[in-house]
């Protein structure tokens, strides 16, 4: 953020609002352009052919506990909250709205 206060010329002894400096700038705030390249990515995993390893990952039930000190939540669980969140599409649903580019997921640059 302190790249964009140069960039516009501000201090923070100026008391300007982060979000007012993007907007000024015309820069998206960085969670939104990480959300949307993992919704690009899981676009990309849902259309993948079956042989294809990182789709069969994707795709796989793990049966046992995370181990300790591992996350709780795997990034399957994650983007699907993430897309019932942004986009109302529930998680049974996911996979074949990912697969058409067509749908509300293209919004999102997939």
């Known amino acids: 953020m302190s790249f964009l206060r ?3 010329g501000l201090s923070l002894r100026d008391r300007v ?3 007012a400096i ?3 700038l015309g820069v998206e705030p960085l969670l939104l352009r990480v959300e949307r390249s993992q919704m690009r990515w899981l676009g990309h995993l849902v259309r993948m052919p079956p042989g294809r390893l990182p789709g069969e ?3 796989a039930c793990p049966s046992s506990r ?3 000190g591992r996350p709780s939540t795997r990034w399957r669980d994650y983007v699907s909250r993430l897309v019932w969140e942004r986009l109302g ?3 049974d649903e996911l996979e074949e709205e990912a697969g058409e580019r067509k749908s509300g ?3 999102l640059g997939c």
Do not use: Q, T, W
Request: glycine residues 0%.
């Open 89 to 91: 599409i529930p998680p």
């Open 17 to 19: 609002r982060s979000s």
């Open 6 to 8: 140069r960039v516009a």
């Open 22 to 24: 993007r907007e000024e």
């Open 57 to 59: 990952v994707f795709r």
């Open 66 to 68: 995370r181990p300790p």
């Open 105 to 107: 997921l293209l919004f």
